[in-house]
């Protein structure tokens, strides 16, 4: 029973090998998940960090399919031909980008969940007296223009990659279009990511957060949950909040930036398998 299961399996793979690469399985699951992920990146609250987690799970699963895809022998002899092989290094350059910003997402990650327990450490001192709250306040949001530069920078970056980048060509092979169409859509998550965390034309003080909290008493507001917890800060600093609720919503804030985080080292570690699939096929 055993070896007929064995030969069941085999023979069911050699079909799966000698279906065409654009309706193979792992194909049809690529082009399924891309269109998942472009749906949720239209959807009006994508900037929530639910949204963002779900997106990043998306994207973890697209990438590991991506990886299936690479490891069938027809994907591997059709990007390893001599006249794809310019294509391929586009794709590999593309892969490399990915890795660089996802880094540099992570980085941001990491330093704005630090701001964050500084602050928290500090309210904890000062909650007794509540006083000097002002100077803590404004140490935060010093430390916060840092990474706003690093966004705005990296945001820069992306933008100058998605007007470069070349449209799809409907002579590469299908596999090479579809590599290409995975990194934008990556890069428009990650471009999310960063601007969850800072807008870059919010840098200048508190004119952005004073605009969001007369919208906030007027009725609902689309600020996302760095947002509002800046808008708790300025009400802090003024006196119309209290130090324990905003401590709360200070630890809720680094819960969901840890989540974020421990997702987007899933997503870099499946991007550099993915990077080592394609040095691979294209050394060979």
């Keep these: 029973m055993a070896a007929a299961s064995e030969i069941s399996k085999n023979a069911c793979h050699v079909r799966s090998n ?40 998306g994207l973890k699963h697209l990438h590991e399919s991506i ?22 290094e586009q794709v590999l350059i593309g892969s490399l980008r990915l890795v660089d910003v996802c880094g ?17 450490s500090s309210l904890r001192r000062k909650r007794s007296t509540e006083a000097g709250l002002e100077n803590e306040i404004s140490a935060y949001m010093i430390s916060k223009k840092t990474l706003v530069k690093m966004v705005s920078k990296c945001l820069k970056n992306l933008k100058n990659t998605r007007k470069n980048r070349e449209d799809k060509d409907s002579e590469l092979i299908s596999v090479v279009n579809m590599l290409k169409e995975v990194e934008e859509i990556t890069s428009s998550v990650f471009e999310s990511l960063l601007s969850f965390i800072a807008q870059p034309k919010a840098s200048n003080g508190w004119s ?23 808008l708790q ?43 080592v699939s394609l040095l691979n096929i294209f050394s060979h």
Aim: net charge neutral; hydrophobic share 30%.
């Design 67 to 88: 990886d299936d895809l690479l490891q069938l022998q027809q994907t591997q002899q059709s990007l390893s031909k001599e006249h794809n092989r310019k294509s391929v």
């Design 233 to 275: 800060l300025l009400a802090l600093k003024s006196g119309k909040n209290e130090v324990q609720k905003t401590l709360k919503g200070l630890e809720t804030l680094e819960s969901n930036i840890q989540e974020l985080e421990e997702d987007l080292e899933c997503v870099f570690r499946r991007l550099m398998k993915t990077r």
């Design 18 to 57: 000698s279906l065409p690469l654009r309706s193979h399985p792992w194909s049809v699951s690529v082009e399924e998940q891309l269109a998942r992920l472009r749906t949720s990146s239209e959807a009006t609250n994508s900037s929530s960090s639910s949204s963002l987690c779900r997106r990043l799970g």
């Design 208 to 230: 952005k957060l004073l605009k969001l909290r007369q919208v906030s008493c007027e009725g609902e507001t689309n600020a996302n949950e760095v947002e509002k917890m800046d």
């Design 104 to 120: 540099t997402t992570r980085d941001v990650f990491s330093q704005m969940k630090q701001c964050l327990q500084e602050l928290q």
